[in-house]
């Protein structure tokens, strides 16, 4: 029991605001992809994502090489452009990602790395002497070299990827390794533990949105163009050859997976 000013005796229970239990629809809503798991249908469409993406560009080669041999020159230009231009805005976009993602991850780190330092130097020292204070000092100063080292390592792992990750882009491979890196996210979001599974399995999520990306500027610049400027040379032509054909279902089956792999992603 507690009393007021006026003297009155009241009850605390009283004075408690009462307490509301969240009710299903108050709680906090749980992510969308939180109780996905990368299933094997995944990985076969990815598979057949690779599959059509080198076919389609096999057959658009092919093509216009075969306009080059038959000396239509005016059919050759336009179709290598519309192969060799949209691959190279591609592989622009994807390496300023890399670049982007792979500086902001590093600089994290290093952050990280510093605090960690300077809080475990901290920890050596003490105000209740100077002798526990040089014993400090030394035990900062053997840690140094320790430190140097891993940071040359680091240094060299950083200068390889960059190096790495250059030579895929400028051989025009940018989006193979984005699928493979995929496969390998999905893959170690299945083996490993429950909290490990989750922050590959977003790792997979967001490397899958880049590739989405990719894809969708991809058709606008390169597979929509194409289909109809060999769609307008057979009909100025009034010929229909193999390859044409081959480009043709090319196109089309590049279109419905990228439609479909974004409806999945949704």
Known sequence: ???????????????????????????????????????????????????????????????????????????????????????????????????????????????AAAVVAASGAESHFSTKGSDQRGAGCSAAAEALPATGTRTRAQSCCRACVWLFQSLVHILQLAQVWRYVHAMYLGVQSRWRGDHERRHYYWRLMFQSADISMLRLLEIFLKSAPQLVLQLCIMVQANQVLPLQVMVEVNQVLWLTVTQTCLSDFK
């Open 1 to 111: 029991m507690a009393a007021k000013s006026d003297g009155a005796a009241v009850s605390l229970q009283n004075e408690t605001p009462p307490v509301c239990l969240p009710g299903p629809e108050q709680r906090s809503p749980q992510p969308h992809h939180a109780g996905k798991r990368y299933s094997v249908l995944d990985c076969c469409w990815t598979l057949c994502a690779l599959l059509v993406f080198f076919s389609d560009g096999a057959s658009d080669l092919w093509l216009a090489a075969d306009y080059f041999l038959r000396r239509n020159y005016w059919c050759f230009a336009p179709t290598l452009v519309f192969v060799v231009v949209p691959s190279l805005v591609v592989q622009v976009l994807s390496f300023r990602w890399f670049a982007y993602d792979f500086s902001d991850t590093n600089g994290s780190d290093t952050a």
